[in-house]
């Protein structure tokens, strides 16, 4: 997604017209954690992982992360992280996370926990990791200008069956949109964070608002969405964002507990690989009904009507898994578009490769997808809660306060604040 006036493979912030990133942290300041990490997962409790572990744990599938490098090295990590590729062509490689963003986005959807790390939604998943830049790695050095598309193609030809984005630009690109195509059109089924500081700017987040992408919109400890999470008609469904353990930096030393649509895209990618593990035969298509049709709604949620706020409603992969709700449907419909995919032969295929830290050889695809239009996404006007503001269900469906609904009016729980401004042409990890 992005974009440049010519095809100069390397330039410096300024001399093209490129779209650019900067990290977004949601909340007053970043709260460190206390050595016990695993507790301040209140998500995983929430979404009653204990009993989907006991039917499901993400093995066989594969999740891209595009991010700012993923560290295969941190104890949580160990044996995950598979080949992957480093797009920004900038010194190090995918494995050196200049941020700290994308580790954490790896720990979230496949961590093991171990020696104090963070536990994975989905910990028996592999992760390829994708790096692309940011805005101040752009500052800095000379980087690829067309890394993040190219990210999206090498990973719609790699071994993942999912490509987790927790980035975006408000600007809409043909070639953003063309790569998202193409890796539809190859099977895999796409995330990207719909977007923070929705009170200074509701404009749509690419790429989650291209038409082929999930969208992911952020809730509360509370289950509703929170007021930072960006709304529209292109966002799909929501997923758990706010006091989420993520390592506080760079070093990746400690954790701290911050808010944004980064987390509920990784937590949303992790419950489709539980998914797509618990059903290895399926397509993206139908894994992604699946999950959609088992969402969280509200007690007066209309049914075949979609929020704004929520999209389908909260991501309850327990739902699914231990109570059959949510059925896979036609396995070449997408159930974003509504229109005939590819991929169907390759999707749930498990990837052969081995855990490896080395970078890989291969250079980014060029076969894109034809170009369309946008177009919109099936959306009403349907509240995203219940006017009585209580919750219709819970997450596991067994009777838990915590459990993730829409349950009471969005944007109304936390007063939260965006650390960082939003510039102009900027993409920005949504963490």
């Not at 990973?155 to 063309?178: F, L, P, T, V």
């Not at 009904?289 to 709604?297: D, F, K, N, P």
Request: aromatic share 4%; hydrophobic share 35%.
């Amino acid at each position: 997604m992005i974009e440049s006036g010519g095809r100069l493979r390397r330039a410096l912030l300024g001399t093209t017209a490129i779209a650019v990133l900067t990290t977004s942290l949601v909340g007053l300041a970043p709260t460190a954690v206390a050595a016990d990490v695993r507790s301040q997962q209140w998500y995983l409790d929430a979404m009653g992982a204990e009993d989907i572990w006991k039917k499901t744990t993400g093995k066989g599938i594969t999740v891209a992360v595009i991010d700012t490098g993923v560290d295969p090295d941190t104890p949580s990590l160990k044996g995950k992280v598979l080949k992957g590729w480093d797009a920004s062509e900038t010194k190090g490689d995918e494995t050196n996370d200049y941020r700290g963003h994308g580790t954490s986005m790896a720990e979230i959807i496949a961590g093991s926990g171990a020696q104090g790390g963070l536990r994975g939604l989905a910990p028996d998943a592999k992760i390829i990791p994708y790096r692309v830049s940011d805005t101040e790695l752009q500052n800095e050095q000379a980087v690829n200008a067309f890394d993040f598309t190219e990210a999206i193609k090498a990973a719609a030809d790699g071994d993942a069956q999912i490509i987790s984005i927790a980035m975006g630009n408000e600007y809409y690109s043909e070639e953003g949109r063309e790569a998202v195509q193409y890796a539809l059109q190859k099977g895999k089924l796409i995330f990207a964070s719909s977007g923070n500081d929705a009170a200074k700017s509701n404009k749509k987040q690419y790429p989650a608002a291209y038409p082929e992408v999930v969208a992911v919109a952020a809730t509360t400890r509370d289950g509703v969405v929170a007021d930072y999470s960006r709304s529209g008609d292109h966002i799909d469904i929501a997923a758990p964002g706010s006091d989420i353990p993520g390592y506080c930096d760079k070093s990746l030393t400690k954790y701290c507990l911050n808010s944004g649509t980064s987390f509920s895209t990784a937590i949303a990618s992790a419950s489709a690989a539980l998914v797509w593990s618990a059903h290895p035969d399926w397509t993206g298509n139908q894994v992604l009904r699946a999950m959609l049709e088992s969402a969280g709604r509200g007690d007066d949620w209309k049914p075949g009507t979609v929020s704004t706020k929520a999209g389908h409603g909260v991501v309850r992969p327990n739902a699914h898994i231990n109570r059959g709700i949510g059925q896979p449907g036609d396995p070449n419909l997408s159930p974003l578009t509504n229109k005939p995919t590819g991929g169907a032969a390759d999707a749930g295929t498990a990837p052969s490769a081995t855990a490896s830290t080395g970078t890989s050889e291969s250079a980014a695809p060029s076969a894109t997808a034809s170009t369309q239009a946008p177009d919109g996404k099936q959306t009403s006007d349907a509240p995203v809660a219940g006017s009585n503001g209580s919750a219709a269900e819970d997450a596991d469906g067994g009777g838990s306060n915590t459990g993730l609904v829409i349950g009471v009016a969005a944007a109304v729980v936390v007063v939260v604040a965006a650390a960082g401004v939003v510039i102009a042409r900027r993409r920005r990890a949504t963490s």
